[in-house]
């Protein structure tokens, strides 16, 4: 496969085949493929770097068995428990947000759905920082219905955050409580409604090569404008406690693959990002990473938002 081939169908607009994404992995030159991907990026992403922040809403005591995650009631990982948030904590972390110059504020709670009187004090905080802060507001809440999808657009929230995870052929090995279908049905009645769709996942699962692509594949049938890529951070009690770390060279690979799949999304930094030195986080900004989430991320500790602007600078955005 000549990649100078697929830059070009990229660049005119179209859309790769499986088979071309599958045969970006047989490609030995991953130089080569890294600048093709930063040309991408170069070509379809703003210079305008995006940032986001998310606060934990709800944390711990979560039915669902995904064998990666700390909020797991399945597993003794010793997190934070709360049912939610502080109200005044919440516009605390807001206002701290706004002056940092973040312009996206996601709420994010565990569970396998939000609902109920939580659910309504989470819309009226919702509608608090939007007015309070101009923030545009995101929202994390699990598995919701078009019942209470409406709800949160009701209360000004303009993108919903689903991760797909993995690939489906992995997924399942994974986590038994839910599927990919179930989390695909949730995104695409967002998607009706009018959502932005921000869908991600974790790498660093004891996925293959392949499994990486077949997850940026499926990725495509949730239309994502926002793709956060974390890296596993084995949380220890967890059933991944000890897998093997994934190479800083199979993380920019991904980044590359996962942004000539998705020319057109906001590949995004998440979890795990403080693993990477700097140089390797500049690569993956360089090759495809255009935004990121900033500051305290769930049940792992992110970067501070001035070492981020600095970086940020340093790769040619604007922060």
């Known amino acids: ?49 995006d940032p986001c922040s998310i606060v934990n809403a709800r944390s711990g005591r979560c039915p669902e068995n995904c064998k990666w995650c700390a909020q797991s009631a399945h597993y003794d990982t010793h997190c934070d428990i709360y049912d939610f948030i502080d109200h005044k904590h919440c ?30 004090r989470l819309c009226s905080m919702a509608v608090e920082v939007k007015k309070n802060t101009g923030m545009k507001t995101c929202a994390s809440l699990g598995l919701l219905d078009r019942e209470r999808l409406l709800k949160l657009w009701d209360a000004g929230v303009h993108r919903y955050h689903c991760n797909l995870e993995t690939a489906p052929s992995h997924f399942k090995e994974l986590c038994s409580t839910h599927t990919i279908d179930d989390k695909l049905e949730t995104i695409r009645q967002a998607r009706e409604i009018g959502f932005e769709i921000c869908s991600g996942g974790i790498i660093g699962m004891g996925e293959t090569e392949r499994q990486r692509v077949e997850f940026a594949l ?34 920019i690979d991904t980044v590359a693959i996962m942004r000539l799949v998705h020319p057109r999304a906001i590949l995004r930094f998440a979890g795990g990002r403080e693993r990477l030195s700097r140089d390797v986080q500049l690569e993956c900004m360089r090759v495809g990473i255009s935004g990121a989430i900033i500051g305290v991320l769930l049940t792992t500790l992110g970067s501070t938002v001035a070492q981020d602007k600095k970086m940020v600078q340093e790769a040619g955005y604007i922060f």
């Open 91 to 120: 516009m605390h972390v807001a206002e701290l947000n706004k002056k940092a110059g973040i312009r996206h504020f996601s709420f994010v709670t565990s569970g396998r759905a939000l609902q109920g009187e939580l659910l309504e």
């Open 1 to 49: 496969m000549k990649l100078e081939s697929i830059k070009s169908k990229i660049l005119l607009g179209e859309q790769l085949t499986e088979g071309e994404a599958y045969g970006l992995i047989e490609i030995k030159d991953r130089t080569l493929l890294r600048n093709i991907a930063a040309d991408v990026t170069a070509t379809f992403m703003s210079r305008q770097f």
């Open 218 to 251: 499926v990725l495509r049938e949730a239309h994502p404008v926002s793709i956060p890529i974390n890296i596993l951070c084995p949380i220890p009690g967890t059933p991944l406690e000890n897998i093997p770390p994934i190479t800083n060279e199979e993380i």
